[in-house]
């Protein structure tokens, strides 16, 4: 009998803000950032006793490019190469986020990964093996491990205590442009050991009330927003529709883009813009969420 298949949900991961404090030397950006994670996303198995490999469906399966480099695989790759005999299996992703989103898609699919290898293996998320994993494939893995708010600081490395948000209604919006995390940078333009001078971020507490993290976020930044609106202008458009939809409290750019989203205070008024934005723009990928 084959053992028992194993199942994560692999969320989208939201950064509220995304300060940029300076370039260090070996290139890397350091970056202050509260993130936080929707419910749905992505789906990954793993069937345990099967060789290593990877299946991919669902509707955005075909924009996730090469099987072999997978962020999946790599992270199984990784954590193997630093626990001897680490058991794994046929991984099985079924693909709803968007791709080069700004939203981590990939990097919640591997994440996923590395929690399913740490059920599987009896490890501990905490253990150092399974971080330094993390922190291999890519900035935005740490803080998709456990998927929950919290800070995101240096390169991504750095993680702050897990936060417990108020319950913030969102609308996800992407317009299927993809915009490179690269280019963005590029565009701001910092070099090694230069640092930016934009503003220290809100300090706040691990259990904001909504009204708290509202005007914190309102004073926070994402200072990729420019960048990648002259990279990609449909940024600004998406963020000038997000803002004027009724009931919305904020509306930013999350990650490197072009997905954008707004805050709003209660479900119903985000499921109305959502349905408004929707039958407007139904090329667009839209997404109403509770974020956590």
């Not at 954590?79 to 058991?87: F, H, I, Q, Y």
């Amino acid at each position: 009998m084959s053992a028992t298949p194993l199942v994560e949900r692999a969320p989208a991961k939201i950064n509220l803000s995304l300060q940029i404090v300076g370039r260090r030397e070996d290139g890397f950006h350091e970056l202050e950032s509260l993130v936080a994670f929707t419910g749905g996303g992505d789906t990954l198995t793993l069937h345990p006793d099967e060789a290593l490999s990877l299946d991919l469906e669902g509707p955005t399966a075909g924009n996730a490019g090469a099987l072999d480099d997978n962020l999946v695989l790599r992270a199984a790759r990784a954590l193997s190469a630093r626990v001897p005999g680490l058991k794994s299996g046929r991984f099985h992703l079924f693909k709803r986020l968007p791709v080069a989103a700004g939203i981590g898609g990939g990097s919640s699919d591997a994440a996923a990964a590395l929690r399913l290898l740490a059920r599987l293996n009896g490890l501990s998320l905490d253990d150092a093996r399974v971080h330094e994993a993390a922190c291999e494939i890519g900035s935005d893995v740490p803080v998709c491990v456990v998927a929950q708010a919290r800070m995101m600081l240096g390169r991504g490395e750095r993680l702050g205590p897990l936060m417990t948000l108020p319950r913030l209604f969102a609308v996800l919006v992407n317009p299927g442009v993809p915009v490179e995390t690269r280019a963005v940078f590029a565009r701001i333009g910092l070099k090694p050991g230069a640092v930016s001078g934009y503003g220290a971020h809100p300090v706040l507490d691990g259990q904001p009330s909504f009204e708290t993290l509202l005007s914190a976020m309102k004073k926070a930044r994402n200072d990729m927003e420019d960048a990648a609106s002259v990279l990609a202008p449909v940024v600004g458009h998406c963020l000038a529709v997000l803002s004027a939809a009724r009931g919305a409290k904020l509306a930013r750019m999350s990650g490197s883009g072009a997905t954008c989203f707004a805050l709003f205070e209660d479900c119903r008024a985000a499921k109305a813009a959502a349905c408004v934005i929707r039958r407007d723009h139904p090329e667009w990928w839209v997404k109403s969420a509770l974020l956590r």
